[in-house]
Every structure is written in C-alpha cells, then in structure tokens.
C-alpha cells in the first residue's frame, strides 16, 4: 500500500518521540537512583503530584582561641628567701670572711649588698651492669645457653645487661646487637649466673667458645647532685618559662614597705646619688630580662616580653569539638624550644659608717609582684619637633636669638600671648630678622609671663618664654 508523505512523516515523528521518550525515562531513573527513591518509574506512570525534594542541615563551629597565655611561675617555696639581702656599708662582711655566726664563709664584694645564691651541681644518670667479655669453662663446641657469668659482690644492680664483648676475630661477630637483661633475683646470692645469649633480630649472635671469659662491671647508681650556697650582690634568677602560642608580657612590681619608725637606709635613684651620699645609701635594681629599673621609694616596674612558639600547637578534634593545644607528634616534628625570661634584684650600698643607738638603721622591705598577659607594643611617644631658634627664653637682656632653618624655610609670623591675649608683632617695627637672627625690638618689661609664638612658612611653631 502506498504511504503518502505525511503519514510518512507522522510516523517518523511518533517513533522519534517514542526514543526521546525512553531517554527521558532513563535520566529519571537514573537521578532516582542516585537520590536513593525507591519509586519504580515507568514510562506510563503520570507525573508525581505535589512537590519534592531534600533538606540539608547546616553545623556550624565554636570559636577556637589560638592565643595561649601559658607561663610557669615560680612556686612559693621557689622563692624563699632569693631576695632577702643583707647591706654592709662599713664592709665588715668582707673583713671577716664570714657571716655573723662566724662559720659561714662568705666571699666579700665591693658592692657591699648580699643575696644568699644557691649553686646546684648536676648529678649522674645510673650506668647498667655490663660484660665486656665471657667464658666457657670445659666446652669445646659453641655454647648460646647456661653461659656463667661472676657477678662481684660489690655489685648492687637492678640488672645486668652486656653489650660489648672481646670477641675472637674468627667469631667475625657484631659487638653491639646481642644481650640479655639479668634481674636482680636471679643473681641475687648466686655466683656464677647462667644467662643466656639472644638474638636480638639484627643477625649477629655470638658464639662463646672455650676459653673465652666475661668481664661483669658493677651498677653505678644515679647520683642527684648537691646544692651549696654563696654570696653575691645579684639575686638568683627566677625563671618564668613559656609555653604560648602568642607573644606574652611578663611585668613584676617592687614595692617599697618602710620599716617602722621611718629609719630605713635611703633609697638613692642613681649611682651619682649614690657616690653624693654621705650617710648609708642603697641602689637597688630590679631587673626583669634585660630591662632594669631602679627602685625607689615610689616602687619600680620593669616587664619582659617571651615570644611564643606558635608551631607547637595544633588544631585537634577532641570530645566532638576543635581544640588548639601543645602538639603530642613529637616525634614526627619535633616542638621547637620555649622561650623564658628571668626575674632578679641586684643591690649596691655605698662606704660610710653606720649610725649607732637611737640613729641605727634598717633596711626596707621591697614586695615583688608579677602578672602576665598577652604582649602589647607600647604606644611611640611622638617626637618633639626640633626648634629652629637657639633658646627657649627671650628677655630684655636676651632679645637677640639665633635662627637655623632649614632650606627655603622663613619666618611667616611672630605673636606675642600675654594675660589671655594673642597679638601680630609687625616686622620692621616690633621685631627685625637679619641673616639667621630674629631681634625683637620693642620688647617691654610688662611681656613678663607671656610668650613669643614664631610660625614658619613649613608650620612649624617655636615658643619662647618671656622673662
């Protein structure tokens, strides 16, 4: 039968629509899939009804403080008596070589102040038995068991360990990967010991053969060190270590507590007072890091900056939150060394005799206290502009004074402020400028008190009292 050409067409059009329609299926069920849905979709099911979709919940977190102000203070008992001083005007701890008690020998300074300072010498860690050789009594073939071994009986060990031995050179043996630990409870009251030898996974196991000795040298236990005292004119200084994140002030206040009856030694605020003095006197610093400052009756403050290590720290996830803390990973990356500073008080009393009786003195009690917080860079005090006349004053008898400005730099105006009043001195007539010298010539008496305001053309003022 013949087809005319729209039925042609019309045919074409519905196959056309029935592929586009199957690939429209597919990238539904597909995205279906991907959603999850456990609909079936067919090609003749309607369209769904209503509207669809998903909800997605949003978390948010909680701030994480990265500034770490951490800094281990001194305890109490660290402190004791570090700064309690002695002053001797009259040097006689210096003459006897000891202090009051006669036995405590102290060497003298010229400084004349003394801190009891402590000297620690370090101890020694404890150093295990060892073997450096053994022996095989009546064997012939190698032996890797029951091996004895004399332990002396000096030896007070926890352990015995051998590491080193005197090998053969046939042995062609490794001497440093082969040992075995001894407790204490099997050698303890038995000589020889059977130990065994081990191999401790590097491949080098010995072989003892006859004839061959073991050499036992004893435990030496820890030592801790000593602490001895000496006298110095400086105190010792306190450590306060860091461990910030963030760059911390350490600052320490001395206060000055006066004795009772108002007869405590002077507290001078230089050496130049110091040498003036006639009478006992006392300079005392308190230094903190390297800032010093001399204390006076009014107290001193000094403060010190410790830099903090910030990669030391690290974000980590704990107990379902962020935390920012000292890293554990240490050693994968190994924490960089703290920082500190240090806190001391150095004194100097000058020579003079001490007054006696009702005249005596005592010496005043100076109170540290430290605070710590995060590190905040002092305000620059603005520079004082520097004058371009050569004198502060003007006066009938000094009226002249000199200039120096600098290049293509003139004088704009010159007024005269008295009781409240401000006035325009006129050139030529209340005032002349001459190469670099600025008169002013009708300079009266009555100025006295006021001022001369000089106002270049770069508006920089200059200010004279008038006298």
């Known amino acids: 039968m013949e087809v005319s050409q729209y039925e042609l067409n019309k045919n074409l059009m519905k196959e056309d629509l029935s592929m586009k329609s199957k690939k429209i299926m597919a990238v539904t069920l597909a995205a279906t899939m991907v959603v999850g849905s456990s ?3 067919f090609a003749e099911d ?13 978390t948010t977190f909680e701030h994480v403080d990265k500034d770490i102000i951490a800094v281990t203070l001194p305890t109490q008992a660290a402190v004791t008596d570090v700064f309690d001083y002695c002053v001797d005007p009259e040097g006689l701890i210096k003459d006897a070589g000891t202090l009051t008690d006669g036995t405590t020998e102290v060497t003298g300074n010229t400084d004349g102040v003394y801190f009891k300072n402590k000297v620690t010498s370090s101890g020694t860690e404890a150093v295990d038995a060892s073997a450096t050789a053994y022996s095989i009594g009546g064997s012939t073939s190698p032996v890797t068991s029951g091996l004895k071994v004399t332990v002396p009986t000096s030896t007070t060990a926890s352990k015995l360990i051998y590491k080193d031995s005197t090998l053969d050179s046939a042995d062609n043996v490794s001497t440093s990967g082969w040992y075995e630990e001894v407790a204490d409870s099997d050698y303890s009251g038995k000589s020889p010991v059977a130990v065994n030898i081990v191999d401790d996974g590097n491949g080098s196991v010995p072989t003892p053969e006859s004839g061959d000795t073991i050499t036992v040298k004893p435990y030496e236990a820890a030592t801790s060190g000593s602490t001895t005292t000496s006298y110095s004119s400086s105190s010792d200084a306190v450590k306060f270590e860091g461990k910030n994140s963030v760059d911390v002030d350490v600052s320490v206040e001395a206060a000055v507590t006066a004795s009772e009856g ?7 605020a230089d050496a130049t007072a110091l040498a003036a003095a006639k009478t006992p006197a006392l300079l005392m610093k308190l230094k903190v890091g390297s800032d010093e400052k001399i204390i006076t009756s009014a107290g001193a403050t000094a403060k010190a900056k410790i830099e903090g290590v910030a990669d030391n720290f690290a974000v980590k996830a704990e107990g379902g939150k962020y935390v920012y803390k000292i890293r554990t990973n240490v050693d994968d990356d190994p924490l960089d060394d703290w920082n ?7 004194g100097k009393t000058n020579t003079a005799d001490v007054p006696e009786g009702t005249g005596a003195l005592t010496a005043p009690e100076i109170a540290l206290t430290w605070s710590v917080a995060k590190h905040t860079e002092a305000a620059q005090e603005p520079e004082e502009p520097e004058s371009y006349v050569s004198a502060t004053t003007v006066s009938i008898s000094a009226k002249a004074l000199t200039l120096d400005l600098p290049e293509n730099v003139t004088i704009s105006k010159v007024e005269l402020v008295l009781n409240g009043n401000t006035t325009t001195l006129v050139r030529g007539n ?3 400028v001459s190469d670099t010298t600025l008169t002013i010539g009708k300079y ?24």
């Open 46 to 58: 309607p369209a769904p009804t209503g509207v669809n979709g998903a909800t997605g919940e949003g």
């Open 262 to 268: 108002g007869k405590d030694i002077a507290l001078v």
């Open 430 to 432: 209340h005032y002349t």
């Open 444 to 467: 009266a008496a009555g100025w006295a008190g006021g001022s001369i305001k000089v106002t270049y053309s770069d508006d920089h003022v200059d200010t004279l009292t008038c006298q």
């Open 39 to 41: 609909m079936t979709v």
């Open 340 to 346: 500190a500073t240090t806190v001391q008080l150095i």
